[in-house]
């Protein structure tokens, strides 16, 4: 029986490593399927690891019609396997609908990758949907950490270090840019405590190297 699985984590968890993985089994055992993503860093219709992987895939839009897509692809001969779903979090609640339906109509395994919450700590439209419907929901066991050495648990929006809790849901950036270069979009991951002082490790670095304070009183 075909299943729908969502895979999650916080950013450099490896997910996206773990999806070029999971295509690359599948390719490997004969199975032909289709790799999928939205907003990926490395830019349009691409799937890329922080470890140097990447593969071409198909850009899915808030517009992109999984289920009538599929449909017609099958309807002119194609086989189709399985799907891998990287960024599954932009997906609107639609597409999510579409994918399950496409697992319990047509039998094609779905694997799904994605963040659970967004930089305010609220779930992406996408990832809550998934987690409604999937058959399974696997946390990825490689633990990012946060700059304190503990177990990062939430995604940080930064603008030249400092931490922002407002804007856009969908900004493109990455945790690689370092955070004492100036730069208009960057992400962190962090441990709940700092997330919720907005204590990132360069406002940290700024602090350890403050002077002590005058010894008044």
């Not at 204590?199 to 304070?213: E, F, N, Q, Y």
Request: charged share 25%; proline share 3%.
């Amino acid at each position: 029986m075909a299943e729908l699985t969502f895979w999650t984590g916080t950013m450099d968890a490896g997910k996206s490593t773990l999806a070029l993985q999971t295509n690359h089994n599948h390719a490997a055992r004969g199975r032909v399927g289709r790799l999928y993503t939205s907003h990926d860093r490395a830019g349009v219709a691409t799937v890329s690891s922080r470890l140097g992987l990447t593969a071409e895939a198909h850009e899915v839009t808030p517009e992109f019609d999984f289920w009538r897509t599929t449909v017609d692809a099958l309807t002119q001969g194609a086989r189709i396997d399985y799907f891998v779903c990287d960024e599954a979090q932009f997906y609107t609640r639609d597409q999510i609908d579409d994918l399950a339906k496409i697992v319990d109509e047509l039998q094609i395994d779905i694997f799904c990758f994605g963040i659970l919450t967004d930089f305010r700590t609220r779930l992406f439209e996408g990832s809550a949907r998934l987690v409604e419907l999937a058959d399974r929901t696997e946390v990825l066991q490689v633990e990012a950490l946060c700059w304190c050495g503990k177990r990062a648990t939430h995604n940080a929006r930064t603008e030249d270090g400092v931490m922002i809790t407002e804007g856009e849901v969908i900004v493109v950036g990455d945790v690689d840019v370092p955070t004492d270069e100036p730069t208009v979009v960057s992400y962190e991951v962090l441990c709940r405590q700092h997330h919720r002082r907005g204590l990132t490790a360069a406002r940290a670095r700024a602090v350890s190297l403050a002077p002590d304070p005058l010894p008044f009183g």
